[in-house]
């Protein structure tokens, strides 16, 4: 969203991961209330876990085709099996506590890349603006 001169702003991206994340980020945030305009916009990209699988395999297969060197703490196959542990042990509570509270808005990230963007800026309220047709140059 453009901003306005001299606004504040700032975006977490895969925080809070836990229940005691998102406590004392509230706690947080509830300290600064009183001296910013504070809105909280939780978004859950939800994916399937054979999706995520494939992804990233096509990461770390992309990267060796390229010469590149895999990144490890994302897309080495054993670490990533520990992620989605993770992910259903910790942050899933999190997300069913968000969820419970009506904080959350659930993204169905299965499409492609432009198609979970466009769902993420909706979600989110940017919207860009788009002429007609005819008006176009």
């Known amino acids: 969203r453009e901003m306005q001169e001299g606004s504040r702003a700032f975006?977490?991206?895969g925080f809070?991961?836990?229940v005691e994340q998102y406590a004392s980020l509230g706690r947080w945030l509830s300290s600064l209330r009183g001296?910013?305009?504070?809105?909280?916009?939780?978004?859950?990209?939800?994916?399937?876990?054979e999706t995520a699988r494939s992804r990233s395999r096509l990461r770390r297969e992309t990267a060796i085709?390229?010469?590149?060197?895999p990144r490890d703490d994302d897309d080495d196959p054993d670490k990533?099996?520990?992620?989605?542990q993770t992910f259903r042990?910790?942050?899933?509570?999190m997300l069913n506590l968000l969820w419970s509270e009506q904080k959350?808005?659930?993204?169905?990230?299965?499409?492609?890349?432009?198609e979970v963007y466009e769902a993420v800026k909706r979600a989110m309220g940017i919207y860009e603006p788009t002429l007609p047709k005819a008006a176009r140059l």
């Not at 042990?89 to 509570?93: I, K, Q």
């Open 16 to 18: 809070p991961r836990t």
């Open 11 to 13: 975006l977490f991206s």
């Open 89 to 93: 042990t910790d942050a899933l509570p």
């Open 65 to 69: 085709a390229n010469g590149e060197e």
């Open 104 to 114: 959350v808005q659930r993204i169905d990230a299965e499409g492609t890349p432009q």
């Open 35 to 49: 001296s910013f305009d504070i809105s909280e916009h939780y978004v859950w990209l939800d994916v399937s876990d």
């Open 80 to 84: 990533f099996e520990n992620r989605l």
